[in-house]
């Protein structure tokens, strides 16, 4: 069975940095694309950042390059996005997820397995 575990979400003042976790068991995570999602009241879910299966390429929403990182660590069957220079409309829930596939991909639709979420919510 496979479990993904997001962590490290919260609230803060707009300008600050969180770094989320995501842990991923009973997969061979290494083989995989990772991605993180965001969706807020009212809205779709969206990408917001996804990584290759060995970490060699990124794809970042237009809204938070330059202010996102993602990056995993196989070793660990962990997967992290920085955020810096955090703002207001970033406020979501963000899921972490598990693609099919090895290559980067944007479509909710490719990924098979999801954590539950954690919160962030950054205040003005």
């Known amino acids: 069975q496979v479990q993904v575990t997001e962590s490290g979400g919260g609230l803060v003042q707009a300008g600050a940095s969180l770094r989320l976790s995501c842990s991923v068991s009973g997969r061979t995570f290494s083989s995989y694309a990772m991605g993180w999602f965001r969706q807020a009241p009212g809205k779709e879910r969206e990408f917001v950042a996804i990584i290759s299966w060995r970490g060699l390429s990124t794809v970042y929403t237009d809204s938070v390059k330059g202010r996102f990182t993602i990056s995993r660590d196989n070793a660990k069957n962990t997967v992290f996005l920085q955020m810096n220079s955090l703002k207001p409309e970033d406020t979501a829930v963000y899921y972490c997820?598990?693609?099919?596939?090895?290559?980067?991909?944007?479509?909710?639709?490719?990924?098979?397995?999801w954590g539950q979420g954690t919160q962030v919510t950054v205040s003005s």
């Open positions: 997820a598990v693609s099919r596939y090895k290559t980067t991909s944007k479509a909710v639709a490719d990924y098979d397995y």
